[in-house]
């Protein structure tokens, strides 16, 4: 049983890194759609888009590096910790899985305060640069709750096999 822990642990950290990397790679985009529409955009409605792109892709790129580079050597601290003690690894990794559960219910419902943002601002601001803000907002929120659909299915199965290693 404490060998499909550590299984499943190889599978959270593997998942965590190409998680860094797609969110990274999503972000590095953004950024390449903010300089064209920079360079090519004419228009008004084009040109408000530049800094709000510009700024969602950046915070994805952050946010994508910062992710793989914290997972990029985790592998073997988990390992040297679970040959160490299986059961105390399992406990520690049950307290953790279940300390970061919140962050789903916090991504969600910014996700929909940036969506309700933006339709508000569609309603009542004619304004390119508001509606420029808006689809920043909307981008922001659509690409977290894609990123923790994701994460919150890989943080339920791994605590599902933490409980099953400790029972």
Not at 32 to 42: I, N
Not at 68 to 78: P, T, V
Not at 86 to 112: D, L
Request: net charge positive.
């Amino acid at each position: 049983m404490q060998t499909n822990l550590f299984h499943a642990t190889q599978q959270w950290i593997k998942g965590e890194l190409l998680e860094g990397i797609i969110v990274a790679l999503f972000g590095i985009l953004t950024i390449g759609m903010a300089v064209a529409l920079w360079q090519y955009g004419k228009s008004p409605a084009a040109r408000s888009l530049v800094i709000p792109v510009l700024l969602c892709g950046m915070a994805y790129t952050g946010i994508g590096l910062s992710l793989y580079l914290n997972n990029r050597g985790a592998e073997a601290r988990y390992e040297q910790a679970f040959r160490a003690n299986p059961t105390e690894f399992a406990v520690k990794e049950k307290s953790r899985v279940e300390g970061f559960g919140y962050m789903y219910v916090i991504s969600k419902t910014v996700a929909t305060v940036a969506f309700l943002f933006t339709l508000l601002i569609f309603w009542f601001s004619p304004s390119p640069t508001w509606q420029g803000i808006g689809i920043g907002l909307s981008l922001f929120g659509l690409a977290g709750l894609a990123v923790d659909f994701f994460s919150q299915h890989r943080a339920e199965a791994y605590y599902r096999a933490i409980l099953a290693a400790l029972s």
